[in-house]
């Protein structure tokens, strides 16, 4: 069982270019969430789905994009890239809601230079 | 503005002592708080929860000490021991479940 998969652990990209952060979750959750968590900050909810097809803004969601075509993934499109997007990047999933127990992936870790 | 305060970024304990992590928050419609848990180079690994109509929580050596009139709660880890050193983040939601605040978090450093 492998819980949630980020891809890829680490990133360089150059100003302006884009990447899409893949997350998918083998538990059949409905809720998926993205979380970006900065130097000495706690972590910061980007976007959230509570199935496929649905999906809605967190509280820092401008420069991102995200779609929920499936159950089991939950990618992050960053488009544009700029340095205020340098981050680490938690993908999560959970069976009911983040007041139930949510498991976390590893986390990407995106320079933009 | 910072609604989850967790305003000691370290704390360093003994093994065997008690270990004391502080939160404290700002928005009175906060209902339900969690802690997580984070090792380097992981993700964040759930730990324990507290809904706003307790005051207490037990699992384990892990403790959540809520006191809704100071918007304080605090995790207690008895006893400490080194695998626990990790960072440790207090969340906070209001109603709705899938929107967390966390604090900033606190590194725990538990000395053999």
């Known amino acids: 069982n492998a819980g949630v998969t980020q891809t890829p652990k680490f990133r360089i990209l150059k100003i302006g270019q884009s990447m899409t952060l893949q997350c998918t979750q083998d538990?059949?959750?409905?809720?998926m969430y993205w979380y970006r968590q900065d130097p000495g900050m706690g972590l910061k909810l980007i976007y959230y789905?509570?199935?496929?097809?649905?999906?809605d803004k967190g509280e820092v969601p401008n420069g991102y994009n995200v779609s929920r075509s499936t159950t089991e993934d939950f990618p992050l499109r960053l488009e544009l890239a700029a340095p205020s997007q340098t981050s680490v990047y938690f993908c999560?999933?959970?069976?009911?809601?983040?007041?139930?127990?949510?498991?976390f992936g590893q986390g990407t870790r995106l320079t933009v230079v | 503005d910072q609604q989850v305060k967790q305003n000691s970024p370290s704390l360093s304990v003994q093994e065997g002592r008690i270990s004391i992590l502080n939160c404290d928050y700002t928005?009175?419609?906060?209902?339900?708080f969690l802690w997580y848990k984070k090792y380097p180079a992981e993700g964040p690994t759930f730990l324990i929860s507290?809904?706003?109509?307790?005051d207490k929580n037990e699992d384990g050596r892990f403790t959540v000490f809520l006191n809704k009139s100071a918007k304080h709660l605090s995790l207690h880890i008895v006893p400490s021991q080194p695998g626990d050193s990790a960072v440790y983040f207090c969340?906070?939601?209001?109603?709705?479940?899938?929107?967390?605040?966390f604090g900033k978090g606190t590194l725990l450093t538990v000395n053999p």
């Open positions: 999560a999933s959970s069976l009911d809601g983040m007041n139930t127990e949510a498991f």
């Open positions: 538990m059949n959750h409905n809720y």
């Open positions: 789905s509570v199935g496929a097809g649905i999906t």
């Open positions: 928005n009175s419609m906060f209902d339900y």
């Open positions: 507290i809904s706003s109509i307790k």
């Open positions: 969340a906070a939601s209001v109603g709705s479940n899938y929107k967390l605040t």
